[in-house]
Each structure stands twice: as C-alpha cells, then as structure tokens.
C-alpha cells in the first residue's frame, strides 16, 4: 500500500517483557502492510528481539524500574531516567516521527515525555484492566489513550475523554487460531492446556499433576493434557503424570502455542493482558490463577474481565488448590454444553481485529495533530 500521506515515520516505544512487546509487535506489523516506516525505541531487553521485530531501525534508550524505597536506588533510577529522556529527546529531533506510540512499562518513559517536552504526538497503549504505574504516569501528558477493556480509566473522567477502546493487539497466529471454531468436548479424549508464563509456570507444576491425578479413573482415561513448565520441573511433572496414568506432553516452550490454545477444550493459566487477549480472540474457556503479588494487580483485573464475560473461572492463587482444580476440571469436563458457552462468552470479549483498530488510532493522532 502507498505511504499514507503525511506520515512517513512512526516511532513505538516498548521493552522489558512480552507482554509489551507483543502487542507492540501486531501494530508495527499492521502499520508496516499500510506502508508505515515504523522504528522500535526500547531497551537493552528489547533490543534482543532484533530482527523479529518489523522495525526500520531499533535504537536503546536508557531507562529503569521504579522498585522500593532505598534513596540510593531511586536516585540511580532518576539518573537512568533522566539520561533516558535526553538520549530521546536528541534521537526524536533526528527522526521526526509523525507520533511516538508507547506500549506500558518504565522503558516507555523517556520517549514519551521527550516526545511530550517536542510537542509530538503521543498515545499510550494499556493492555490490562488496570492501568500500570508508567502508564499512569504519562497518562495526563499524552494526545491519546488506547485501552484493551472497556471502563479500565471510566473512573477519571478527563482521561477517559481522550481514551478509545481497541483491545490488545495480537499475533498473527492468534488471529489465525481465531478462525477455528471451539471443538465441543464428547466421550472421547479431554484436551487440557496448561501454561503460566516465566512468573507462573511453577505453581501450575506444583498443583495441576496433583489434581488431575485425583480425578476419577474414567475422567483421566481421557485426558490429554499439554503443559509448559520450568526446565527445573519437567522431570518431576512428567513423573507425576506417568505415575497417574495421564497423557502428557510436558516441555519448557511450545512455538505453537496459538494452534495449542484453538484446540484444547480447558486451559489453565496465568492471566497476563497477552495470554487473556489470546484467549479471548480464539474464544475458548479457561480457568485463571491471577499472579498474587503484582503491585497493580493487573492479572487479577485480567482475569475479572473475562469472567464477567462468562468466558473464565478466574481461582486466587489461595484456592488453587489440588482438590479445588480437580472438583473444578470434573465439573466443566462433565458439562460440554457450559464450556461451549464459555467459550462463546471468551469470545464476545476478543477483538482480534485490535491491531488494526490501533493502526487507525495511531494515524487519526498523527494526522489530526498537524
């Protein structure tokens, strides 16, 4: 497609983890089809990515985590901050991008206020049901705000004035997943998928052997169960589940998670805004442990979405117990007709389509502000 006119460059700020970078990722890849230029600001983690991220140009800027309270620490991450902002400020003078895009995280924030402090364009992305601490941050400074669910900012009425919903942009092969069509559960094998990301994985180690080998002898006949685990526990999950007569292919990282998810009939996992996103554009029913600890409690928001959707059973880490999952998995695996409801309600609350949703947002910012 021609270069739309008046925007020949966009810049997009992400980095630390995946669930930045992916949705990063769909729109670099939405706006590159539309003849975009698109350069990637991130840091020293996203520079790894490298070349499976569809950018013109990758550029480092320094940046660090607000965490804890020592004055020291908080005042080396002023520093890398501070650098940050300047080191942006400098490169966005050399690349006049038609707007800078950010996606969440503290690597984040020096584009953006750099972008702020030229007078460009800005729209902060959020891809939880709760607005992170960065994103809360650049919030009030930014032309734009693009949220994944609806009423995460209806509580702040002049920030909600600026916002649009258009979901959380997913990969290629979730949108593919996506055309598939949820394979109702008969008497024959029960496909159980489960993952839990690098902040999850050893608990459903821990607790998902252990209460599948409580289900009745009839029931785990039946199963077929794929899980992700820690390379420090696949010995002894795959050993739980030999012992219990289960089916199991059990590995550290699947590629095709996407294909994973679109046929199995249950998954178990965490509730990252990635992972909720994947499961809602393929529609299909989950039962989700939010991540405790996190200080936003974004997972557990996540997880309350979906289940308000009545895609998802969403389990507090306290209850995810082993006889709490079992009676769980028995319930839905005897009831098809629930969980094919389920996975209707998961995907009334997909939008597969965000990337492209974005893109429009992106270039509406761009244009409208010159």
């Not at 607000?66 to 902002?85: C, S």
């Not at 995460?152 to 919903?165: D, G, N, V, Y």
């Not at 046929?263 to 039962?287: C, F």
Request: with cysteine; charged share 15%.
């Amino acid at each position: 497609m021609p270069m739309p006119r008046g925007v020949p460059r966009i810049a997009v700020a992400a980095g630390g983890t995946g669930g930045h970078l992916f949705p990063a990722e769909a729109l670099s890849a939405a706006l590159s089809h539309r003849g975009v230029e698109v350069v990637l600001m991130t840091d020293d983690r996203g520079a790894q990515y490298g070349e499976k991220f569809p950018a013109s140009a990758i550029h480092v800027v320094p940046s660090a985590t607000v965490r804890g309270h020592n004055p020291f620490t908080l005042a080396r991450t002023a520093t890398m901050l501070a650098l940050g902002i300047v080191k942006a400020w400098f490169l966005l003078g050399r690349l006049k991008p038609a707007a800078v895009i950010g996606f969440g995280g503290y690597p984040t924030v020096p584009p953006l206020l750099a972008a702020a402090l030229r007078g460009l364009p800005t729209l902060i992305h959020e891809q939880n049901g709760v607005m992170g601490r960065a994103n809360h941050l650049l919030s009030g400074r930014v032309t734009a705000i693009a949220t994944s669910f609806p009423g995460t900012i209806a509580q702040q009425p002049r920030l909600a004035a600026k916002s649009t919903r258009v979901g959380n942009p997913v990969r290629q092969a979730v949108i593919e997943a996506a055309n598939s069509s949820y394979a109702v559960p008969g008497s024959g094998t029960f496909r159980l998928l489960v993952f839990g990301g690098s902040q999850g994985a050893q608990v459903m180690a821990d607790i998902v052997p252990a209460a599948l080998a409580q289900l009745a002898p009839d029931l785990r006949a039946r199963l077929s169960v794929v899980q992700q685990a820690r390379p420090e526990d696949l010995t002894r999950v795959t050993s739980a589940y030999t012992k219990a007569g289960v089916v199991a292919e059990v590995a550290s990282f699947f590629p095709d998670l996407p294909a994973r998810i679109a046929v199995a009939h249950l998954i178990v996992s965490r509730s990252g805004a990635s992972t909720v996103a994947e499961l809602a554009a393929v529609g299909r029913p989950a039962i989700l442990v939010p991540l405790p600890h996190a200080l936003d409690q974004d997972q557990l928001a996540n997880a309350a979405m979906l289940e308000k959707a009545q895609g998802a059973i969403c389990l507090r880490q306290a209850d995810f117990t082993p006889d709490h999952l079992a009676r769980e998995v028995s319930a839905l695996a005897a009831n098809p007709a629930r969980l094919a409801a389920m996975a209707v309600g998961a995907r009334s609350a997909g939008m597969p389509d965000a990337a492209e949703r974005l893109a429009d947002l992106v270039l509406k910012v761009a244009r409208s502000s010159r």
